[in-house]
């Protein structure tokens, strides 16, 4: 009830091209989902989030889609560049509480 | 600036020799977590805490310790007990309450390593 399943596990994608990561939980009650990027030896740093009342929301080359009666959520990298190489994680939380739920995360690696 | 700092960013354990690793923020954050993560694993949760003095177990608390004596520090003991401690070890911090808001502020981690 608690898992947020997060796909593909790693992701190898030219420069310029779109990157697209998905994620699908199972708990109803959740109302808040941030992806996180990770680079290597660094922590996670969260990068975009969305709640259930928009269907898609993007900040620069970066958006979320958002699909509430499917109970899934995608981030989409436009454009992407070898400096977007790194793992990302998708994440959920609610229902009076704040602890979230992690994905296992997804290497992304932009080749030139 | 706010922020999580985490020290050491390297630290070594001999075999059987129970290690601390730090956790400060000045975010002024209820909630704190420390994360373990191995290469392909994702990010598993050992401890948390919502409040001073007050935490709870997570999925791998098995062989670590923690305490919450100030709303600042959260640190991690890691014990002989734990088998296979190499890893890298993340703090994290939020605000606590009903709704989450802003996510969860990390560290940039230390790589524990058994020699």
Sequence with gaps: ?112 | DGGITQSPKYLFRKEGQNVTLSCEQNLNHDAMYWYRQDPGQGLRLIYYSQIVNDFQKGDIAEGYSVSREKKESFPLTVTSAQKNPTAFYLCASSISGTQLTGGYTFGSGTRLTVV
């Excluded at chain 1, 941030?34 to 970066?62: C, T």
Aim: hydrophobic content about 35%.
């Design chain 1, 1 to 112: 009830q608690q898992q947020v399943k997060q796909s593909p596990q790693s992701l190898i994608v030219q420069k310029g091209g779109i990157s697209i990561i998905n994620c699908a939980y199972e708990n109803t009650a959740f109302d808040y989902f941030p992806w996180y990027q990770q680079f290597p030896g660094k922590g996670p740093a969260l990068l975009i989030a969305i709640r259930p009342d928009v269907s898609e929301k993007k900040e620069g080359r970066f958006t979320i889609s958002f699909n509430k009666s499917a109970k899934q959520f995608s981030l989409h990298i436009m454009d992407s560049q070898p400096g977007d190489s790194a793992t990302y994680f998708c994440a959920a939380s609610g229902a009076g509480s704040y602890q979230l739920t992690f994905g296992k995360g997804t290497k992304l690696s932009v080749i030139p």
